[in-house]
C-alpha cells in the first residue's frame, strides 16, 4: 500500500522539536505515524550553529545535529518521513487530509507543527537584493562574508547569537537595533558588547537597502534625531520577528490575532482529532525545550484521543 492510499493515525506536519519527539512518542504508542516537512529535519534549530540551552548538552549541540539525531530516532521506533510542502488542510471530517506538492495523505489525526518564518523588514532593496547580500539565516548564508562587512538587524535573542556567530567570518558586525534598549538575555549582551568586532548602532532603524547586483550599504534613521546616513556593507542578516507558518489553515482552527494556533494544555485545538504544538501555537515561551514538551504532549494526546475514539465505537 502507497503511502497516499494509507490512513495514518497521526499525520505530523514540521520535522522541527515538537513534530519529531510527537512522532516519537505516538509511534512508541503503537501509532502508524508520517511526518511532512517541506525543508530540513530540525526546523529552525537546523538554522542554528549551536544550541547553547537545551538540557543535556553541557557543551551544546548543533541545531543540523540535533535535528538529525531526532529524526533517526523518531525513524527507530517506525515513523515514516516524506518531504513536501503543505498546501491545504481538510480537518472537519473524521478522517483528515492533507494536500501537499507530493500528493494528498490521510490521518485520523493531524499535529500542527509547522513552526514560524522570519519577518521581512519591508524596506526598499530588501525583496530585490534577497539572495544576494540580504539573508534571513547566518548558517546557511555566513560563510559567504569572510572577512567582509555585514550588518545584523534585531535586539532579540537570535539576532545577538547570530552576531556572535558572524564574527567567525566577518571582519566587521555592527548590530542595528530601534530601541535603545536590547530584548536579548543578559549573558547574551554582555557577550555582544564585550566583542571587538562588533559595533552597537541603537535607536536606528533600516530605511533602505542599497545595491545593483549585491548589497551595497544600507540607510539608516534616527528618528528622535531626525538624522540618516548611510553604513557601507556587503550583507545584511535579518532577525526582526516571526509571524507562524499558517496560512495553509484557511481559517479552520482557531487562532489569535497573530495567527498562532490557540490549544489548551493538552495541545488539543478548536477542531476534535487536530493538535498543535512547538512554535506555530499560542505560547509564552519559543525554545527548544518547550517545543520539547508540546510534541510529547501532543503525541501523548493524540493516542488518547484514538483509545477514545476506538472505545466509543467499540460500545
Known amino acids: 500500500m502507497s503511502r497516499h492510499d494509507k490512513i495514518y493515525d497521526l499525520l505530523v506536519l514540521g520535522a522541527g522539536p515538537a513534530g519529531l519527539t510527537a512522532a516519537i512518542y505516538a509511534s512508541r504508542s503503537r501509532l502508524s505515524v508520517l511526518v511532512v516537512e517541506e525543508m530540513l529535519s530540525g526546523g529552525k534549530i537546523a ?21 538529525a539525531l531526532l529524526e533517526n530516532q523518531a525513524r527507530n521506533f517506525g515513523a515514516e518521513m516524506v518531504l513536501a510542502t503543505v498546501e491545504k488542510a481538510s480537518l472537519s471530517q473524521d478522517i483528515k487530509e492533507i494536500h501537499t506538492t507530493d500528493g494528498i495523505f ?39 562574508f569572510q572577512d567582509k562587512t555585514v550588518m545584523v538587524v534585531g ?18 558586525v555592527y548590530l542595528v537595533h530601534r530601541s535603545q534598549e536590547l530584548r536579548a538575555v543578559s549573558i547574551l549582551q554582555e557577550k555582544v558588547r564585550e566583542h571587538n568586532a562588533i559595533e552597537l548602532i541603537l535607536g536606528a532603524e533600516v530605511e533602505k537597502i542599497h ?3 549585491h548589497v551595497e550599504s544600507v540607510t539608516l534613521i534616527n528618528k528622535e534625531q531626525n538624522k540618516r546616513w548611510d553604513v557601507p556593507v556587503d550583507g545584511i542578516f535579518l532577525y526582526v520577528g516571526l ?20 490549544t489548551n494544555d493538552a495541545m488539543e485545538t478548536s477542531v476534535p482529532g487536530v493538535f498543535a504544538a512547538g512554535d506555530v501555537r499560542e505560547k509564552g515561551l519559543r525554545q527548544v525545550v518547550t517545543a520539547v514538551s508540546d510534541g510529547a504532549i ?16 467499540g460500545k
Open 47 to 67: 538554522t542554528t550553529e549551536r544550541v547553547e540551552n537545551y538540557p543535556g548538552f553541557p557543551e551544546g549541540v548543533g541545531g543540523m545535529e540535533l535535528g
Open 106 to 144: 490521510k490521518g485520523k489525526t493531524i499535529l500542527i507543527a509547522t513552526g514560524t518564518s522570519s519577518r521581512a523588514l519591508g524596506v526598499p532593496g530588501e525583496e530585490e537584493l534577497t539572495g544576494r547580500g540580504v539573508s534571513y539565516c547566518v548558517t546557511c548564508d555566513g560563510a559567504f
Open 155 to 172: 535586539g532579540g535573542d537570535s539576532a545577538l547569537e547570530e552576531a556572535l556567530v558572524l564574527t567567525k567570518f566577518a571582519s566587521k
Open 211 to 213: 545595491g545593483e547586483d
Open 243 to 262: 509571524f507562524p507558518n499558517t496560512k495553509f489553515l484557511n481559517d479552520s482552527l482557531e487562532c489569535n490575532e497573530q495567527g498562532y494556533v490557540i
Open 298 to 313: 501532543a503525541g501523548f494526546s493524540a493516542a488518547k484521543y484514538l483509545d477514545e475514539l476506538t472505545d466509543k465505537e
